[in-house]
């Protein structure tokens, strides 16, 4: 009898435990990745880093599952991966790595939380009906947005300032379409090999585009912060992070798993202040905190409209 217990209590654990376990670990360790990327990239040219690390992440992934034999993508299959390499990986990780190296971690990652916000803008262009409680969503966000904006207007007057806001924004857009193709193309194919894939065909690209436009050093020349910075966005974010990701993405209700968008920005904006001495105002806190309440919002009514459906929202 106590053997039986114990046994329905260890299978209890490894059914909620464990993915609650890689929920946190997602939630916290995903808004580190914010700081480790803004290290980086005070040394080097961002894109430069961004290829390098997707380049080790993907190729760890890649000779894991050569080593296991695991049958390669047939057909359409290549077509789905290169377009979210380009996606997820090229634009949308290159480009918020890009954008760090102007503005704050903080700023950055509350960005980066408002991937829904994008979401249901594209469904609008579209043509598609949206819910009084995701516009109310928006309103929310764009209130929360103008918070946090009130004592960053004098910084919009710097060019760099703007340069990496645009640089944020548009990888939220991008991630935005990314999550919508994935929605779109979901197969069976496995997705950590899939990940691997995208991981390192987008190291392609960007070591192509950075080497035709002289926007890279040589290696010898890249300080060791900035590869201690390269090595934890590999092995926690890249590989660690992922794998307890799409573990939690597969064994927790969508509403639950969803919980670390909303958890990444806050431990990167406290992170930030405490590590790098960035300012955590009022402003921030207040602002920050009703953006989160409106991207929920967002996210609440997309998954009232298609409760049978799961919408991947990344961050980071």
């Known amino acids: 009898m106590r053997t039986k217990i114990q046994t329905a209590f260890k299978s209890r654990i490894n059914a909620i435990g464990l993915p609650v376990l890689a929920l946190c670990w ?3 360790f995903w808004g580190t990745t914010w ?3 803004k290290e980086g990239v005070k040394h080097m040219p961002a894109l430069q880093l961004a290829g390098i690390r997707q380049f080790i992440g993907g190729s760890l992934y890649l000779a894991f599952f050569l080593f296991k034999k695991t049958p390669w993508p047939k057909g359409k299959q290549w077509k789905t991966i290169i377009i979210l390499s380009l996606l997820n990986f090229v634009f949308s990780n290159g480009l918020s790595t890009w954008g760090v190296k102007y503005i704050s971690s903080g700023l950055g990652a509350i960005i980066g939380a408002m991937v829904p916000l994008w979401i249901v803008f594209i469904s609008i262009f579209k043509g598609e009906r949206v819910t009084r409680l995701a516009i109310l969503g928006i309103l929310v966000c764009f209130g929360g947005v103008c918070v946090i904006f009130y004592e960053h207007l004098l910084d919009f007057l710097q060019p760099d300032f703007q340069f990496g806001i645009i640089l944020s924004i548009a990888a939220t857009i991008t991630w935005a379409f990314g999550t919508l193709y994935t929605k779109k193309k979901a197969a069976s194919f496995n997705p950590y090999f899939s990940l691997g894939l995208q991981m390192f065909i987008s190291s392609i690209f960007l070591f192509s585009f950075v080497g035709a436009t002289g926007a890279s050093i040589p290696l010898s020349e890249i300080p060791i912060n900035s590869w201690l910075s390269i090595a ?9 992070t992922f794998i307890a990701f799409i573990y939690a993405l597969q064994k927790l209700p969508t509403e639950l798993s969803s919980v670390y968008a909303y958890v990444n920005p806050i431990v990167a904006v406290i992170l930030g202040a405490f590590i790098f001495g960035e300012p955590l105002t009022t402003a921030i806190i207040f602002g920050g905190s009703i953006t989160l309440i409106g991207l929920y919002l967002i996210n609440y ?13 990344e961050v980071h």
């Open 26 to 28: 997602v939630s916290f």
């Open 35 to 37: 700081l480790a990327s």
């Open 232 to 240: 934890y966005l590999v092995i926690v974010g890249s590989v660690l």
């Open 301 to 313: 009514a997309m998954r009232k409209k298609k409760n049978k459906s799961e919408v991947i929202i």
